[in-house]
Each structure stands twice: as structure tokens, then as C-alpha cells.
Nanobody, 123 residues
């Protein structure tokens, strides 16, 4: 059974940092695209960052470029999202997702989802 378990969410002030972790099990880690989505209140879920093409490429949404860094530890079957210089608009539930769905060059969804972890940025 494929399972994704996120951790590391919390509350920080603007400018602060958090690191999210996603422990994956039940599949060969390197064979699938895997990444992070987020959903803010009243907004649609959006792709934030991903590791794709067998770890040969990374994707970042324009809104997080230069602030967020995705990485993986294949020995631990875990991916991470290092989030720096957090902004109020980064507040959302962050989801780890595997087997990403691509449409017209964009990451639009995934076949497997974690339960989500809340990130709140407030002053």
C-alpha cells in the first residue's frame, strides 16, 4: 500500500522558516514524480514544488522560487520542502503527493496524496 506521511508544519512569523518532510512507503521512490501541493482557504490546490523525471528535474511555482527548496533522501524514502522567508500568502495546508499528473506542461494533480500539514504564517 502506498502511503505518504507529512510532518513539519506549524506557525511562524513572516520571514521565518519551516521544513516539511514527507515519508513515503509502498513504492519504489525513484520511479515516480513526487512533490508538494498546497491549498489556501478559498483557493484551489496548486502545485508548489516537485521532483520529476527520475530526479533529473525540479519544479517550483513562480510564487516560491528562490525561497523554497525541494530535496530528497532516497535511503529514507523521504522528500523535504525547505521554506524560507515565509510570507502571509504561504499560509495553507501543504500536501505531499506522488505519481503526479501533468497536463499541457503543468502539474495539475496526483494519484496519491498525503493527509496534509498546516502551515500558518502570521504576525
Amino acid at each position: 500500500e502506498v502511503e505518504l506521511v507529512e510532518s513539519g508544519g506549524g506557525s511562524v512569523q513572516p520571514g521565518g522558516s519551516l521544513r516539511l518532510s514527507c515519508a513515503a512507503s509502498g513504492f519504489t521512490f525513484e520511479n515516480y514524480d513526487i512533490g508538494w501541493f498546497r491549498q489556501a482557504p478559498g483557493k484551489e490546490r496548486e502545485a508548489v514544488s516537485a521532483i520529476i523525471d527520475g530526479s533529473r528535474r525540479t519544479y517550483y511555482a513562480d510564487s516560491v522560487k528562490g525561497r523554497f527548496t525541494i530535496s530528497s533522501d532516497t535511503a529514507k524514502n523521504t522528500i523535504y520542502l525547505e521554506m524560507n522567508n515565509l510570507k502571509l500568502e504561504d499560509t495553507a495546508i501543504y500536501y505531499c503527493a506522488q505519481d503526479l499528473v501533468h497536463l499541457q506542461g503543468k502539474i495539475v494533480g496526483a494519484l496519491v496524496w498525503g493527509q496534509g500539514t498546516q502551515v500558518t504564517v502570521s504576525s
